[in-house]
């Protein structure tokens, strides 16, 4: 790809990028939030038409218009989101997306295949079983060897570790080793680079639209590729841990064997025993899917406990509504602002007051305190040391991290006791997410107590007094995080037995 | 810097109005061509149809007064379902919630006859508010309680109000002076909703415009209008943000239940002067086509409401003069719907 650029209204997403790929090549492509990665992966995969550049495969000049077109060239892509029908099974899946699909498709054949090429890379996938048996780590299987029947040899990943616990990231990088040894080309999107640094050839960074840099993976480390993502290195101080975890008083939440139960394709909670205390932030580690979004919208009042007790702050809450739970000082900070905690269409100063309609109503609600609103959403943002963007904008038309600082800012504004934080830091870039992390840790100096649910280890190791682990809705090893490892939580996150005597 | 300068909002908004009145004019020339053909098909000139339809509503005093009535009931079911559409409810039971409406303000009317109008009225109003209230209500606590989806509950009960309506007629409240017509006896003098002069536009049309009034200051400027919005716009989020969204539910059905009642209570009580099964030619469909048509947006549902009435007036003079069935608007109606379906879905 050469001289790639391509503008959104607003944004020139891509400004003349160049960019390689060869056969026996594993390419990792790091880069911020909105630098742009995605955009030209999209471009290669014929989901956006370039402005401007050229595309050449096997140094024949190209036009891709569309994925179609990519598919012809043998050009493959796995998105964050997958393609995946949940009733059909894994060969069902795998031969609607064949191009020339015969009416009636020989599935006996298919099914063969698609187990030679999974002993073949050792992935595991049996084609007789259903997509929604299957977790997050074996779905993405089912997408590489859809690619790999569809006679794809160049292979895009975006994000894939994302969602995966520590052995399925292992795993995977065995899988795109083997590949690089047949000779496939594998590009991978990541922002994480411990990642990069384990298992690519090459890497090229991109900062604001552009390539800042392709590296060999022999010439990079942490710093240069930082420096490279950022312009100047982004020191990240390890969150400094003033004051002792757990103050006396009440604990801001306290869960006494509390069972749900699961309406649709909810995980029922069983038997959750959990306390938050004052200056405390505990972690929740475990693969998403296992029970933490209905743990989080059980403290929030959400979800019923179905057995159990729930108290906040010494007080009996198990059958509180969302309304007092909320005004009682409980603040709640989503994985994704838009589709959980804001309204797109309603504007950042609407979606502000959207936080605590009764605090800004006046004259009974027949009038909003809009000037109020501002103004503390203004002094809550200057507390995260970000600028006040533009209040009459639609929340929709800002970019993820901006929607997610705002949500950010309109839940410290209450002031609250207790934050159920969920995946605070998922999506955000180098900078916004230590940012986020510094301003949970200034909340629990103040005496507020964190619910910390999230899947990046490295973060809830620095961040939690006390760590637990949910798989399949029960928790398991109530540790500090000294007193383990990642692995072990690592093991625990998959469904292990707790190892309970480590050799010291 | 807040909220814009009072006078750059208003301008705001009369910009936007605009853009939707011409977003509802453009479909319904489109839809008066399509509608010409149908008329030639039928070996009719459809010019001159047009311009029976148009002077006789437009072109005299008289005419535009009786749009002006033709259109009274349509802003009021309108605005019953713009209330509920705005979190996203799909009330089709605009007619049944008009015709229970209708039978509470003439049991009011019927019982406390001997009032003198100052207080007869109010309470007619209050009781057509409640009844066409109380029918949206049920659909609306069906919703809440997860049990049954608005759209098929208000559509269903439309045939069990008509049948309502039908068996108080027929039976207990007859007019025993009647010739054994199915109606009720004639209202009380003071049971008649006062009219402009010596036309037949009656207080109603006021009760309207205020409903349209109030519906677009509560969206626009009050907290219960935020959370609407908010509602509207990501109902998992507001749920979060603890705002009861069961309760608008329930509410807001209640309400749009007793715009269309009010619709009700005016046709009785101004118009027919008494109970009878021929109360309605649709008005609660129509209000729905209006509703959305103007996308919920206030001045949009007066000028559809306006539009529509010409529509239905003209149904009348097509009969008069073209000799033509007097349903053959519901084609032009029909047309209409097409076109801003189309357009709708266009735009996305």
Not at chain 1, 390 to 398: D, E, F, I, N, S
């Given at each position: 790809m050469r001289g790639i650029t391509k503008a959104f209204p607003g944004v020139v997403a891509n400004d003349t990028v160049s960019f390689d790929v060869h056969g026996g090549e594993i390419h990792a492509l790091v880069g911020e939030n909105g630098a742009g990665k995605s955009t030209l992966m999209k471009i290669l995969y014929g989901f956006y038409r370039p402005d401007a550049g050229e595309i050449r495969i096997a140094g024949r000049p190209v036009q891709i218009r569309s994925p179609h077109e990519a598919r012809e060239l043998r050009i493959g892509m796995v998105f964050q989101e997958f393609a995946q029908i949940a009733a059909l099974s894994v060969a069902d899946n795998i031969a609607l997306f064949q191009a020339n699909l015969p009416a009636v498709p020989d599935m006996p054949a298919i099914a063969r295949r698609i187990e030679e090429i999974s002993r073949r890379y050792g992935l595991g996938v049996d084609p007789r079983a259903p997509i929604w048996r299957l977790s997050v780590g074996e779905r993405q299987k089912v997408e590489v060897v859809k690619l790999l029947l569809a006679d794809a040899r160049i292979l895009i990943f975006d994000e894939p570790t994302r969602g995966l616990a520590p052995q399925e990231v292992a795993g995977l990088f065995r899988v795109f080793a083997d590949l690089r040894r047949d000779g496939y080309a594998v590009v991978f999107i990541t922002h994480k680079l411990a990642e990069v640094l384990a298992c690519a050839d090459r890497i090229s960074v991109m900062r604001r639209g552009r390539i800042a840099g392709t590296l060999r993976r022999s010439d990079a480390t942490e710093e240069t590729l930082v420096s490279l993502m950022f312009g100047a290195p982004v020191a990240e101080a390890p969150p400094s841990r003033r004051g002792p975890a757990g103050l006396a008083g009440p604990p801001h939440l306290e869960l006494r064997s509390v069972s749900t139960r699961a309406d649709g394709r909810a995980v029922s909670l069983r038997d959750i025993d959990l306390t938050v205390a004052p200056g405390e932030i505990v972690g929740v580690a475990g693969v998403s899917g296992n029970g933490q979004r209905e743990l989080g919208d059980l403290v929030l009042g959400l979800v019923r406990c179905a057995h159990g007790v729930k108290l906040l702050r010494g007080a009996d809450a198990t059958r509180w509504p969302v309304a007092r739970i909320r005004a009682s000082g409980v603040a709640f900070i989503p994985e994704d602002a838009l589709t959980m905690a804001g309204a797109a269409r309603l504007t950042v100063l609407e979606n502000m007051a959207l936080g605590d309609t009764r605090r800004y109503a006046r004259h009974g609600g027949l009038a909003i305190d809009w000037e109020g609103a501002r103004s503390d959403l203004a002094r809550s943002l200057a507390r995260l040391g970000v600028a006040v963007p533009?209040?009459?904008?639609?929340?929709?038309?800002?970019s993820g991290g901006t929607v997610q600082r705002v949500v950010l800012a309109r839940e410290i504004a209450r002031r609250p006791k207790l934050i159920v934080a969920f995946y605070p830091t998922r999506g955000l870039d180098v900078r916004s997410a230590i940012a986020t992390r510094d301003l949970l840790m200034a909340l629990r100096e103040d005496g507020a107590g964190v619910l910390l649910i999230s899947e990046d280890l490295a973060e809830l190791f620095a961040l939690s007094d006390r760590l637990v682990v949910l798989f399949r809705g029960k928790l398991a090893g109530a540790r500090a995080p000294a007193d383990t490892s990642i692995e072990d939580v690592g093991y625990l996150m998959t469904g292990g037995p707790e190892r309970h005597d480590r050799s010291a | 810097m807040t909220a814009p300068p009072e006078s750059a909002r208003l301008a705001i908004a009369w910009r936007a109005g605009r853009a939707r009145l011409a977003s509802v004019a453009a479909p319904a020339g489109l839809a008066l061509v399509v509608f010409a053909g149908v008329l030639l098909a039928f070996g009719k000139n459809p010019i001159k149809a047009y311009v029976d339809i148009f002077s006789s509503t437009l072109g005299s005093p008289y005419g535009f007064s009786e749009t002006l009535v033709k259109m009274t009931p349509l802003v009021l079911t309108a605005v019953a379902v713009a209330v509920p559409a705005k979190i996203w409810l799909i009330n089709v039971g605009g007619e049944g919630q008009l015709y229970i409406g209708a039978i509470f303000a003439t049991w009011g009317a019927l019982t406390f006859g001997h009032l003198p109008g100052w207080l007869l009225l109010p309470l007619m109003v209050a009781l057509g508010f409640l009844g066409g209230g109380l029918w949206g209500l049920v659909s609306g606590l069906l919703r809440a309680k997860g049990w049954v989806s608005e759209t098929i509950s208000t559509l269903l009960m439309n045939y069990v109000a008509i049948l309502l309506l039908n068996y108080v007629v027929f039976g207990p409240w007859k007019d025993p002076e009647g010739v054994n017509y199915p109606q009720t006896a004639e209202f009380a003098p003071a049971a008649m909703l006062p009219v402009l002069g010596q036309s037949r536009v009656h207080l109603g049309l006021a009760l309207g415009l205020v409903a349209v009034g109030l519906f677009a200051f509560f969206v626009s400027r009050t907290r219960w209008g935020l959370e609407m919005r908010a509602i509207g716009g990501n109902a998992d989020a507001a749920r979060r943000n603890g705002i009861p969204v069961g309760r608008y539910v329930v509410g807001l059905m209640f309400i749009g239940g007793g715009l269309a009642g009010l619709a009700g209570m005016c046709e009785v009580s101004a118009i027919q002067g008494r109970l009878r099964p021929s109360l309605s030619p649709g008005y609660g469909y129509t209000g729905f086509l209006i509703s959305w048509m103007a996308g919920g947006h206030p001045l949009g549902i007066l000028g559809a409401a306006f539009l529509l009435a010409v529509v239905t007036a003209g149904g009348d003079i097509l009969q008069m003069t073209q000799a033509l069935p007097g349903s053959v608007v519901n084609i032009l109606m029909a047309v209409i719907l097409f076109v801003i379906l189309g357009r709708r879905t266009g735009e996305r």
């Open positions: 533009a209040l009459q904008a639609p929340l929709g038309t800002l | -």
